[in-house]
């Protein structure tokens, strides 16, 4: 019996990995106006384009973090997710990629959850980095 159940424990572990695994964004900087001053500008959103979403997400938390300087919070938004998991660009405000010397390195972080606000489950997490400028 124990082995049984540590078996199906064992499927529902790699079952739901493999499924996070699949979970995709894509971004690119279009259309955001250069910026290298230190000061970002409150902007919209770039276009995201989502794979593999997890079964059952019906939103999705994205939140920009400058690697190069961790501890500035750039914000993000959630979004109610498409069928065709297409967020596009103007879905939320953030405050913009504008490093003062150089380029930095970027990273959304987009996490699929089951519902709106304050109990709602994580159902996966997704991450996409590019450098700003390019």
Known sequence: ???VIALSLLVMTL??????????????WSGLKLCTSGK???VSNPQFVIS???KGT???QFKL???DVPGYNHGGGTVKISADGKVPSDAFKYKSP???NGSHKYQWTAT???KKGWGAKKLGIAKATRKYPE
């Open 15 to 28: 079952s739901t990995i493999s499924n996070a695994s699949e979970f995709k964004i894509q971004f690119d």
């Open 65 to 67: 973090v400058d690697r």
């Open 52 to 54: 593999g979403l997890p």
């Open 98 to 100: 504008c490093p003062p």
């Open 1 to 3: 019996m124990f082995k």
């Open 58 to 60: 019906e939103y999705v």
């Open 112 to 114: 699929a959850k089951n």
């Open 40 to 42: 970002p500008n409150r």
